[in-house]
């Protein structure tokens, strides 16, 4: 990749930047440009494998300029609590080169974290969601583009599961027996939330559909959540897929691939804190019967997680990015255990949600 060819199109900054790159996602190539004035951009490739990056620019274009209005009638800091693109020379979003799609964000100063240090952090992280979801509730969804489609459409990863099933191109199948009849015994949540969402029942919304606690930028002075971040997937969906997404990632003790189960577990008590941070700041994006679907919806999303993960597994890992052999398995299985133990405690889930109200 040429640089230069790219921050050439841009006005950034005087002088080269210092490029560090960021390993953490499994999609995008990130990296933060640094320059001498100590101007910050974080400047990404946009994997065009998985997304159509001029329907995702798009997208994104809409989604902030619309967070950022709100910000101001808020009274609130835009630049800080919202993603801003830097738009190149003539005026794009994007920079298109034999190389790729690439995209430039100003820097949001701040750190993230990759798992829950203190409940608090999580409580917060759950208020940065919920005014998310309130700032887009009157967002209107149909202008956005179905980046991937069906996306959170767990009907159809589990049709995807079973195609990979039968061709098994790895021959793996044989040695994830457990895992393979995990998924296929829980069929039935399949069409929960997508048959409400088919019939009206639950409004169709503007989602973000990653909400993992790695997506928000907190303040390190003040501790405060700042912005949402990733706003890739963003796109026509369920706030019960946001809730569910956010509780699947933060309420694990463990890390997402963890190796020794034993030290995977679901955390009630950070449950209720998202559930307490999320339901204070939603204000009016959420109606009695999301409500009622989101404790459901938090054992849904880790479910199409690990199938999803179980699944690139037997396609010989072509999806996620891995760095080892079985990452994917693992990752599926921390998804299961954390889904054994949630089906024990739905009715005590759904008590906290509603008495949260
Ligand atoms: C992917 O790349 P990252 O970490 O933001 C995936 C999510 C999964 C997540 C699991 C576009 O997100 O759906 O929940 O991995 N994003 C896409 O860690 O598929
Ligand atoms: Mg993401």
Redesign the pocket.
């Known amino acids: 990749m040429d640089l230069t060819e790219i921050t050439g199109k841009y006005i950034l900054s005087e002088g080269l930047p210092y490029c560090q790159p960021v390993t953490r996602?499994h999609?995008n190539d990130t990296m933060i440009l640094k320059y001498a004035d100590n101007d910050k951009f974080i400047l990404q490739r946009i994997n065009d494998k998985v997304f159509n990056a001029e329907q995702l620019m798009h997208n994104i274009m809409l989604v902030t300029e619309f967070i950022r209005h709100k910000a101001e009638e808020r009274g609130g800091n835009p630049d800080k609590e919202c993603l801003t693109i830097v738009k190149t020379k003539d005026g794009k979003p994007f920079v298109h080169t034999s190389d790729g799609y690439f995209r430039i964000y100003r820097y949001i100063e701040g750190v993230s974290y990759q798992a829950v240090e203190k409940e608090e952090d999580f409580y917060k992280c759950a208020q940065a969601f919920g005014s998310f979801a309130n700032s887009l509730a009157e967002f209107d969804a149909t202008q956005l583009f179905e980046v991937i489609p069906k996306f959170h459409d767990t009907e159809k990863r589990f049709r995807d599961f079973l195609s990979s099933l039968e061709k098994d191109v790895c021959g793996r199948a044989k040695d994830v027996q457990k895992e393979i009849n995990f998924v296929l015994e829980r069929k039935d949540y399949c069409n929960r939330i997508t048959s409400l969402l088919h019939d009206g029942t639950i409004p169709v919304r503007c989602t973000h559909n990653?909400t993992k606690l790695n997506?928000v930028i907190f303040d390190e002075i003040t501790g405060e959540s700042l912005a949402v971040v990733?706003l890739?997937?963003v796109m026509p969906g369920s706030i019960c897929y946001d809730f569910g997404d956010a509780i699947r990632f933060g309420c694990n003790t463990a890390k997402e691939d963890e190796i020794d189960l034993s030290v995977v577990h679901f955390d009630i008590n950070l449950f209720r804190a998202f559930v307490k941070g999320y339901l204070s700041s939603i204000g009016n994006g959420i109606t009695d019967i999301e409500r009622k679907n989101l404790a459901f919806s938090a054992i849904l999303m880790t479910y199409e997680c690990g199938m999803r993960f179980l699944t690139d597994h037997l396609n010989g890992d072509k999806y996620f990015r891995i760095t080892r052999e079985n990452h994917n398995l693992d990752r599926a299985r921390t998804q299961f255990k954390l889904i054994e133990e949630m089906e024990k405690i739905l009715p005590e889930m759904e008590k906290i949600v509603e008495d949260n109200k």
């Open positions: 996602g999609i990653d997506n990733d890739d997937t």
